[in-house]
T-cell receptor, first 112, second 113 residues
Framework: KQEVTQIPAALSVPEGENLVLNCSFT??????LQWFRQDPGKGLTSLLLIQSSQREQTSGRLNASLDKSSGRSTLYIAASQPGDSATYLCAALYQAGTALIFGKGTTLSVSS | KAGVTQTPRYLIKTRGQQVTLSCSPISGHRSVSWYQQTPGQGLQFLFE???????NKGNFPGRFSGRQFSNSRSEMNVSTLELGDSALYLC????????????FGQGTRLTVV
């Protein structure tokens, strides 16, 4: 069964800390993996897209890596800020699948 | 460049009624997907349209249906509403169904009373 798992479900850190969010997927045959941010009651904002042939992508303070052999992706956030507080979702587009499969998300709280 | 637009943003309906939600994708995008988000189940795939054809359908009852028009705008319809249909309905657009980035709208919050 094609699944995506995110650990931890919630994370609280003080401002300025570097942190890593984890995402695992069950099948290495993916087209891509995408990280999103969701603020309460809002839609999803795309943060980073990693194609299956890529190992990592960077945007500002965000860096996402992809290791298909282990079925894992990580989202690294450098120098966290209170404005980073949100739920972070990863989603895999499986080659044998029908649509993006989402994890349940990690809710991040950054305190000042 | 305009993003994905979903209308309406909020809806309150009574059990047994039907509802239609609308999604206008990013200009040039031909693939539209719909998802239901609830606190318990997370994001679940409803259906996907590409060039006016339904390519895939998730595991939802037949009360949930959709369509896509020639301008790529999409609508989804839910008939005979149940309390459990209360959710945030999200629409995503992409250039094509495979291997491209998906962009989401702000969603329609449906409350069934």
């Amino acid at each position: 069964k094609q699944e995506v798992t995110q650990i931890p479900a919630a994370l609280s850190v003080p401002e300025g800390e570097n942190l890593v969010l984890n995402c695992s997927f069950t099948d290495s045959a993916i087209y891509n993996l995408q990280w999103f941010r969701q603020d309460p009651g809002k839609g999803l904002t795309s943060l980073l897209l990693i194609q299956s042939s890529q190992r990592e992508q960077t945007s500002g303070r965000l860096n996402a890596s992809l290791d298909k052999s282990s079925g894992r992706s990580t989202l690294y956030i450098a120098a966290s800020q209170p404005g980073d507080s949100a739920t972070y979702l990863c989603a895999a587009l499986y080659q044998a699948g029908t649509a993006l499969i989402f994890g349940k998300g990690t809710t991040l709280s950054v305190s000042s | 460049k305009a993003g994905v637009t979903q209308t309406p943003r909020y809806l309150i309906k009574t059990r047994g009624q039907q509802v239609t939600l609308s999604c206008s994708p990013i200009s040039g995008h031909r693939s539209v997907s719909w998802y239901q988000q609830t606190p318990g189940q997370g994001l679940q795939f409803l259906f996907e349209y590409f060039s006016e054809t339904q390519r895939n359908k998730g595991n939802f009852p037949g009360r949930f249906s959709g369509r896509q028009f020639s301008n790529s705008r999409s609508e989804m319809n839910v008939s005979t509403l149940e309390l459990g249909d209360s959710a945030l309905y999200l629409c995503a657009s992409s250039l094509d169904p495979e291997d491209t980035e998906a962009f989401f709208g702000q969603g329609t919050r449906l409350t069934v009373v």
